[in-house]
């Protein structure tokens, strides 16, 4: 007598990413630019009011957080209102888009003498 598996066999689609393309190359492009459509972004900005808007020393700060998020930290050096939305989204564009999680691993911790090795006092 034969067995009937209940297992069933699921297949997925899963969507191209950009490393699996030549970094640089159309297809990495267009991989990332399909990624980018689906991230939910969340922007701060902190700006100043008083003083005209100055985007020579202005900065962005943009990563990947998990859960498709892209966080976006804007710090204008003078008044928000000195631009329009395009203008705005146009200079965050310019700056790139950190997506490296790879942050404060354990060999980048002990490196920088922030990881305790076993035995080592507690302060």
Same mark, same amino acid.
């Given at each position: 007598? &034969?067995?009937?598996? /209940?297992?069933?066999? *699921?297949?997925?689609?899963?969507? !191209? #990413?950009?490393?699996?393309?030549? $970094?640089? @190359?159309?297809?990495?492009?267009?991989?990332?630019?399909? &990624?980018?459509?689906? /991230?939910?972004?969340? *922007?701060?900005?902190?700006?100043? !009011? #008083?003083?005209?808007?100055?985007? $020579?020393? @202005?900065?962005?700060?943009?990563?990947?957080?998990?859960?498709?998020?892209?966080?976006?930290?804007?710090?204008?050096?003078?008044?928000?209102?000195?631009?329009?939305?395009?203008?705005?989204?146009?200079?965050?564009?310019?700056?790139?888009?950190?997506?490296?999680?790879?942050?404060?691993?354990?060999?980048?911790?002990?490196?920088?003498?922030?990881?305790?090795?076993?035995?080592?006092?507690?302060?």
């Amino acid at each position: 007598m &034969r067995r009937k598996s /209940l297992a069933k066999t *699921r297949t997925r689609r899963v969507a !191209p #990413q950009p490393g699996d393309y030549e $970094q640089g @190359s159309l297809k990495s492009r267009a991989a990332a630019r399909a &990624r980018l459509d689906k /991230l939910q972004i969340v *922007r701060l900005i902190f700006s100043c !009011p #008083q003083e005209p808007l100055n985007l $020579q020393t @202005s900065r962005c700060h943009r990563e990947i957080w998990p859960g498709d998020i892209l966080f976006e930290s804007v710090q204008l050096d003078g008044r928000l209102t000195d631009l329009t939305e395009e203008q705005l989204d146009q200079f965050i564009q310019r700056f790139p888009i950190e997506t490296d999680r790879g942050r404060n691993t354990k060999a980048q911790l002990a490196s920088q003498k922030l990881l305790q090795s076993p035995g080592d006092p507690v302060f």
